[in-house]
């Protein structure tokens, strides 16, 4: 069973298995919180649905560089990253690395340098909406784009919500998990009035789930009732193999493909890939 899953995970023929969406979807992968899952989810569902056929960029916003790291991406000081193209209009492509093992899978890497430019680009001009214009000046053609972000809502993560169509916020289940999100939510809606009519949360992905709590059931139902079917299906249980793929450079698709933690982040990303081909009429945006 568990052999059967890794092969239909791993997808070694490289088919189309996930279906391609018409156009771009950039996301932007947002909770000021930090520590709930928005690495790994980028990472995970990036290699996903790379695999299985999709054209995928991510694009690291995070000066931690947790991203470049779980991707294997070299993003030590003095490698040409986001920053580069934030700050000094360096374009994408020449800052993109093919990501290692993975094909249709690309990565702008954070380095250490991103932590000044929360600061520098307060007196940047359009500093707003210096990484959409980096991402629409991009020639390469993108199924997806995930922009994984850092835990604030500075300058850094204002970029990646005017970049995006969509936003996806990881809800770690535990006790505060809705706290603070109302914060995120008026920042996204301030965002959409001013600077990108847009933008919606589209997606929301329950991480860290601890089957053998209570609380967890509680909060997965709170967060059901509160944002409805754009909750997925899909919940990524707390798993060791989740925690232990990134100090291999891999993602937990291609470190255990068996473990139920590869199983949900597949499922998650197909049921990503499922929703972009709706018709748009049958979505409740
Ligand atoms: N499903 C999971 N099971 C176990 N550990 C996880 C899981 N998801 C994330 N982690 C671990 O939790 C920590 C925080 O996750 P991370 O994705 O870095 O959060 P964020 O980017 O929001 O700060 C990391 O050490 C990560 O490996
Ligand atoms: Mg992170």
Excluded at 163 to 191: D, S
Aim: proline share 6%; net charge negative; hydrophobic share 40%.
């Amino acid at each position: 069973m568990e052999a059967m899953r890794a092969v239909q995970i791993l997808n070694p023929s490289g088919e189309v298995t996930m279906p391609r969406p018409e156009r771009t979807r950039v996301m932007c992968v947002a909770n000021q919180k930090g520590g709930v899952g928005k690495t790994t989810t980028t990472v995970n569902l990036a290699v996903a649905l790379a695999l299985h056929g999709n054209r995928v960029l991510v694009v690291d916003l995070d000066p931690q560089g947790n991203a470049s790291t779980g991707l294997n991406v070299p993003h030590h000081t003095g490698v040409p990253d986001v920053y580069d193209c934030l700050i000094d209009s360096v374009p994408l492509e020449e800052v993109a690395q093919a990501v290692e093992g993975i094909p249709n899978l690309w990565c702008v890497p954070a380095t250490i340098d991103l932590a000044g430019a929360e600061i520098e680009l307060v007196s940047v001009v359009a500093r707003e909406s210096r990484l959409a214009r980096a991402i629409a000046a991009y020639p390469g053609h993108f199924d997806y784009v995930f922009i994984d972000c850092p835990p604030s809502l500075g300058l850094l993560t204002v970029n990646a919500l005017v970049a995006a169509q969509e936003v996806l916020i990881p809800i770690q289940c535990e006790y505060y998990a809705l706290e603070g999100l109302n914060q995120l939510i008026q920042n996204i809606n301030l965002v959409r009035q001013h600077l990108n009519p847009k933008l919606e949360v589209s997606t929301i992905l329950l991480t860290m789930y601890d089957r053998r709590t209570r609380l967890a059931d509680a909060v997965e139902q709170d967060v059901r009732n509160h944002f409805g079917d754009k909750v997925l299906q899909a919940v990524i249980p707390r798993n060791v193999r989740v925690s232990e793929a990134p100090s291999y450079g891999q993602s937990v698709m291609t470190y255990d493909p068996g473990s139920r933690g590869a199983t949900s982040y597949f499922e998650a990303a197909q049921e990503i890939a499922e929703r972009g081909v709706m018709e748009p009429v049958s979505r409740n945006a």
